[in-house]
């Protein structure tokens, strides 16, 4: 089992910039991706980042939305297994439960194939 604790939610303006943290525990050896969800309501949820996290296969890589790419970054902290979405000029349309998602596999962005999940945090942009 894997447990994933996100922080770092709020409100913020648009145009500004938010932290997500995604902190790892339990058997962590075993993940090989991870990656940020999120859902806003009435909206099914969807993939904004993941990060080739272990294994052999170009550990580090990432894959971006479209719709975050050149804003959000993602990076990590191996020493504390956390990983961070550094979410830059944000919208209102970024509005959202920010979700933390795992999986023993490589990286994906199909949201089924993440067997691990956070509680979400929320992040409100408002315009």
């Known amino acids: 089992q894997v447990q994933l604790v996100e922080s770092g939610g709020g409100l913020v303006q648009a145009g500004g910039s938010l932290r997500l943290s995604c902190a790892a525990s339990?058997?962590?050896?075993?993940?090989?991706?991870m990656g940020w969800f999120r859902q806003a309501p009435r909206k099914e949820r969807e993939f904004v980042a993941a990060?080739?996290?272990?294994?052999?296969?170009?550990?580090?890589?990432?894959s971006y939305a479209d719709s975050v790419k050149g804003r959000f970054t993602l990076s990590r902290d191996n020493a504390k297994n956390t990983m961070y979405l550094q979410m830059d000029s944000l919208k209102p349309e970024d509005t959202a439960v920010y979700y933390c998602?795992?999986?023993?596999?490589?990286?994906?962005?199909?949201?089924?194939?993440?067997?691990?999940w956070g509680q979400g945090t929320q992040v409100t942009v408002s315009s």
């Open positions: 998602a795992a999986k023993r596999s490589g990286l994906s962005t199909l949201t089924d194939e993440y067997a691990y």
């Open positions: 339990g058997r962590t050896s075993t993940t090989y991706a």
């Open positions: 990060m080739s996290w272990s294994g052999t296969w170009r550990v580090g890589s990432t």
